[in-house]
């Protein structure tokens, strides 16, 4: 039995659908212009999308389509030639590439249409993108191989690889909560906007790869000082690249960057206060409040070398000087990771 182009089509959407999004090969340079297919980014007939979009199972109206279709397509357009270009770089996968297609024509979507407030005409973009993407993907496994090895010829006879320059990362969440488990997505780009394949290190281990959906539990990175007080910070997202030839140096030099989420801070009642101690022993009760919720955070006071008791509670706290009072550093240390230390302000007393 003959199949007719509607239902080719169908079934190249059901295999694509079922396709698993991994990433293999690494980009290595750019993309020759000769080696960009030229027969990629078509534009499907409408009446091939609501057929496509009815397959699937999707509640995307005829009448939304119609009235939507050419403006989404011609918008369309500039991300799917950057996804011409991403299959003809030397070692980028059809999956990657897809990716990124998708990436740029869902954030289309969500230029013009609100998710927040847009409702029903937001999701119906996202739908008709998901549609348009898989309708590409169809295409383009003979185009892919066909690039591929044109770009891989231009390569390897043009000799040594220069370094390419830095990418433009993207890492998204930006400020992940501490302790939640998340899902991170770490984007790159090179100077025309398009897509650069690399590898993912967070907090010194392998994640994954850029565009690549990688779980992350957040947690601050520690380093402690002589005196054993305890410093937070972001830890650090590495973009990098594996030569661009074996042997040779990375295709570009390594990116460095960190999550914007902050330590949170406390707010110390100190009873009696400071100011009223004096030189010798003091009885002091101490109790941490969240400095935004205002709510008790549970910790220790802690001194060089040891600690001296539980927050809340009236430890013994001893001053060299009362006014102003100096002694040995104390300070609040959170049981929970995600809270910076605090200091009680007592100075060191000046020697002679």
Request: aromatic residues 8%; glycine residues 8%; charged residues 25%.
């Amino acid at each position: 039995m003959s199949l007719g182009p509607a239902a080719r089509f169908a079934i190249a959407v059901r295999l694509s659908l079922l396709a698993v999004l991994s990433v293999t090969g690494v980009t290595l340079g750019a993309a020759p212009s000769e080696c960009v297919p030229e027969r990629i980014c078509r534009r499907p007939e409408v009446s091939a999308l609501l057929q496509t979009a009815t397959l699937l199972g999707t509640d995307l109206k005829e009448d939304w389509i119609e009235q939507y279709a050419p403006m989404l397509l011609q918008r369309f357009s500039r991300p799917c030639k950057s996804y011409a270009r991403c299959l003809a770089v030397w070692g980028n996968s059809i999956e990657f590439c897809q990716a990124n297609l998708k990436h740029e024509i869902f954030a289309e979507c969500d230029s013009l249409f609100d998710r927040a407030t847009a409702g029903q005409d937001a999701y119906s973009c996202r739908t008709f993108a998901n549609i348009y993407s898989i309708a590409q993907a169809s295409d383009s496994e003979a185009v892919s191989k066909e690039a591929q090895a044109c770009s891989r010829a231009k390569s390897e006879a043009a000799g040594p690889v220069a370094r390419r320059p830095q990418p433009r990362v993207v890492v998204e969440p930006k400020a992940p909560r501490p302790g939640d488990d998340t899902t991170v997505i770490v984007r790159s780009f090179d100077g025309d906007g398009d897509p650069v394949m690399a590898l993912v290190r967070i907090a010194g281990v392998e994640r994954g790869r850029t565009f690549t959906p990688m779980p992350y539990g957040f947690s601050f990175d520690k380093s402690w000082d002589d005196e054993g007080r305890t410093t937070l910070t972001p830890p650090a997202v590495v973009v990098y690249a594996p030569p661009a030839r074996p042997g040779g140096p990375p295709a570009f030099e390594p990116v460095t960057m960190s999550f914007e989420t902050r330590p949170r801070t406390v707010r110390l009642e100190v009873t009696p206060p400071v100011e009223r101690w004096k030189k010798g022993s003091n009885r002091v009760r101490v109790v941490a409040v969240d400095a935004v919720s205002g709510t008790e955070v549970q910790g220790r006071l802690k001194t060089i070398g040891g600690m001296l008791g539980p927050s809340g509670a009236t430890v013994e706290i001893r001053l060299e000087k009362g006014t102003p009072p100096c002694g040995a550093p104390v300070w609040f240390a959170a049981d929970q990771g995600s809270y910076a230390e605090a200091d009680l302000g007592i100075s060191r007393c000046a020697t002679r």
